[in-house]
């Protein structure tokens, strides 16, 4: 990928390496951090090098009578400011994003008294199916003069709006878009809210899931834990292989989208349960009765498996815990710091077999790691 703004926006900060040295640089990092637990070379899994993030943010810097993106400004040596730039391309967005953001900036422009008015920031998320859905900030109350023309401009573009301010949320068609991803040889659909967590790199998440399910055919029998679970990404895929599964996720909002990703998939073996990690934790040890789990008989599952995909900071001592004593752990991590960590009270029960790194954000310094423990 070649971008003009290579450089000076931040979002972007190996621009200065080629795409098969920003590779290594991670592989060699992810390497050196997981030796002291697994010894054999990591399977690496590349990224397209651009349009590929299926969503994305930019802000809305006014200039007179007319308005740009910004992204945040690459912080040079001394600087106490970052600081803002305007862009005039953003190539790793995926094509149904970059066919309708420069359309939708010119119609911004063209409507200074309604459009344009206090906004001040543009999200899109958007799918491999050409969906998109594209939600408009603003500091100032929407009305129906904004509703109506934010309307057509929904046909013009063929997407979806969305506009948002304090307290106030304006869905004009819907607020979700629905994709459908080719993985293991089945179609998943997983309808996909805007306020909710997706994986930003649609193929290198299909990449993912795939290594996830290579782990779990190994093992072949039981019932599938997971924590983290987000919308159901991993939980509906890997569900064919276990006979029963709990699924944990603290947000309303994605427990919502996983019970309708299961409709949507025939998906019946699957039960989601409204759990922070460490709620999961205190339940599953009996230290704690939740009336969100009144109906789930916790004493019928047999795990074999465990999945967590935690946030930057890792998995808590309590969930550590808890999952040294389940036989097969699929550890997926954002931070290979904190995996790194957390695998030196995890190897103390636990063998990693399998370890692997996915490109989610090339040309940063970002990347995904995983890895597959079973127990001594």
């Not at 200065?16 to 640089?25: A, I, P, R, S």
């Not at 068609?173 to 967590?197: H, P, R």
Request: proline fraction near 3%.
């Amino acid at each position: 990928m070649t971008c003009k703004h290579f450089g000076s926006c931040g979002s972007c900060g190996l621009y200065d390496l080629g795409y098969e040295d920003q590779l290594k640089q991670k592989e060699e990092k992810v390497s050196g951090l997981l030796a002291p637990f697994y010894s054999k070379k990591l399977e690496v899994f590349d990224s397209p090098t651009d349009h590929y993030r299926a969503r994305s943010e930019f802000r809305i810097w006014h200039e007179g009578d007319i308005c740009d993106y910004a992204m945040g400004k690459m912080q040079k040596e001394g600087e106490n400011n970052k600081g803002s730039i305007n862009i005039e391309e953003c190539p790793k967005v995926i094509e149904p994003i970059e066919k309708r953001m420069w359309k939708l900036l010119e119609k911004i422009n063209a409507s200074p008294e309604v459009l344009k008015q206090r906004l001040f920031a543009v999200e899109f998320l958007a799918t491999t199916t050409d969906e998109c859905l594209i939600t408009m900030l603003y500091h100032r109350k929407l009305d129906d003069v904004w509703s109506a023309e934010a309307k057509m401009l929904e046909s013009e573009l063929d997407c979806k709006i969305m506009g948002r301010s304090r307290k106030q949320k304006v869905i004009l068609s819907d607020e979700f878009v629905t994709e459908k991803l080719n993985i293991d040889a089945k179609t998943f659909t997983y309808v996909q809210y805007e306020s909710g967590f997706t994986q930003p790199n649609p193929v290198v998440n299909v990449k993912m899931i795939e290594w996830a399910i290579k782990q779990a055919k190994t093992v072949g029998y039981g019932d599938f834990l997971e924590s983290y679970c987000g919308l159901g990404n991993f939980t509906l895929p890997l569900s064919h292989y276990f006979d029963k599964v709990l699924a944990t996720e603290i947000s309303k909002r994605s427990i919502y989208s996983a019970l309708e990703n299961c409709v949507l998939n025939h998906v019946d073996n699957i039960t989601f349960a409204r759990l922070a990690s460490e709620e999961m934790t205190e339940a599953l040890n009996g230290v704690r009765e939740f009336s969100r789990l009144k109906d789930i008989d916790l004493s019928s599952y047999n795990f074999s498996t465990v999945l967590v995909d935690p946030p930057r900071a890792g998995l808590d001592e309590g969930t550590i815990k808890l999952i040294s004593t389940i036989e097969n752990i699929i550890y997926i991590s954002c931070n290979p710091n904190t995996l790194a960590r957390d695998l030196e009270t995890l190897s103390q029960t636990h063998e990693v077999i399998e370890a692997a790194m996915y490109d989610q954000f090339p040309h940063t310094s970002h990347v995904e790691s995983g890895v597959f423990l079973v127990k001594k």
